[in-house]
Every structure is written in C-alpha cells, then in structure tokens.
C-alpha cells in the first residue's frame, strides 16, 4: 500500500489550504497527522472505511475538514483559519478497517504512511 500526500505549501495566517492523499481502498480507514520540528507526531484527524464519520483534534476542530471522493479512492484535508501553529510536515496514514466505523486516532494504530507534506503559515 503506497500513500501519496500532495498540496502543501506556503500560506499567510488566515488563509487555506488542501492537502490531498490517495487512498488505497475504501476497506481502510483514513487519517492525517503532523510534525512541526522538535515535536512529536500529532494526530489531526480520521475518516472512517464508511467515510461517514470523522473525528478532529481540538486543535483543528472547526478549522480542518476531511473529506473523501470515493470513485476517485482520494481522501482531502481542508485546512481553513490556519495558523502559524499549524505550521508542520502533514502525512495520510491508512489503516486496514476492521469495521466500517472504525476511527483510528493514534499513530501506532496505522499501518501505512505517505511520505509527507510541508505546509508553512507565515504570521
């Protein structure tokens, strides 16, 4: 299983951006981590195999969105409000689903990993 995280890059506080991963299949659950330099990973948020349910950090809440286009197996991040804080390398993560409104929320619960995307939020 190959992840691919797109759609990073430089934005001013306030502004938005979208991250986009592929998505090996809609039998895996999804997420989106960070990792700003000196930190530890940090969760973002999921999506479920059904991709009716998701679940946000406090952090993002009400700023991120994830969604999901099923026919195109690709998995969106979008990021609104950002803050400098939200300055990190973004990666998808992709877990096999056990059932279909499985939200896996820590890191070691994924099995797969893209390879990141930098995403940088200038005061």
């Known amino acids: 299983v190959q992840l691919q995280a797109s759609g990073g890059g430089l934005v001013q506080a306030g502004g938005s951006l979208r991250l986009s991963c592929a998505a090996p299949?809609?039998?895996?659950?999804m997420g989106w981590f960070r990792q700003a330099p000196g930190n530890e990973r940090e969760f973002v948020g999921t999506?479920?195999?059904?991709?009716?349910?998701?679940y946000y950090a406090d952090s993002v809440k009400g700023r991120f969105t994830i969604s999901s286009d099923n026919a195109k197996n690709m998995m969106y991040l979008q990021m609104n409000s950002l803050k400098p804080e939200d300055t990190a390398v973004y990666y998808c993560?992709?877990?096999?689903?056990?059932?279909?409104?499985?939200?896996?929320?820590?890191?070691?619960?994924?099995?797969?990993w893209g390879q990141g995307t930098q995403v940088t939020v200038s005061s």
């Open positions: 299949g809609r039998t895996y659950a």
């Open positions: 993560a992709a877990q096999y689903a056990v059932n279909s409104d499985y939200l896996p929320l820590r890191s070691k619960e994924y099995a797969y």
């Open positions: 999506i479920s195999w059904s991709r009716s349910r998701t």
